[in-house]
Nanobody, 121 residues
């Protein structure tokens, strides 16, 4: 079992930045970030492979969000820049047994509890 804990969420003005962290209790392979806004389905934000050499992003965040990882610390980061009100959601990280980037939520085995990100206009 791997436990994931997100941190770094909060309230920020439009145009601002936040960095989310996803700390794992053990080694993880590919890790993804997802978000869910009220009344909407959960959506893939971005993912990173085990070695960190491959990443993937949703079109809505490409060029603004960056995922990185520090395997020595079992931590994955989501740097969010140029935030928009439509980025407001609960952000969750998830770990998959795959070593390559996974974009489908059903392929993730472990999930964190989520952290709220609110972007004011």
């Amino acid at each position: 079992q791997v436990q994931l804990v997100e941190s770094g969420g909060g309230l920020v003005q439009a145009g601002g930045s936040l960095r989310l962290s996803c700390a794992a209790s053990g080694r993880t392979f590919s890790v993804g970030w997802f978000r869910q806004a009220p009344g909407k389905e959960r959506e893939f934000v971005g993912g990173i492979s085990w070695g960190g050499g491959s990443t993937a992003y949703a079109d809505s965040v490409k060029g603004r969000f960056t995922i990185s990882r520090d395997n020595a610390k079992n931590t994955v980061y989501l740097q969010m820049n140029s935030l928009k009100p439509e980025d407001t959601a609960v952000y969750s990280c998830a770990a998959s047994a795959s070593q390559t980037v996974v974009t489908t939520s059903s392929r993730y085995n472990y999930w964190g509890q989520g952290t709220q990100v609110t972007v004011s206009s």
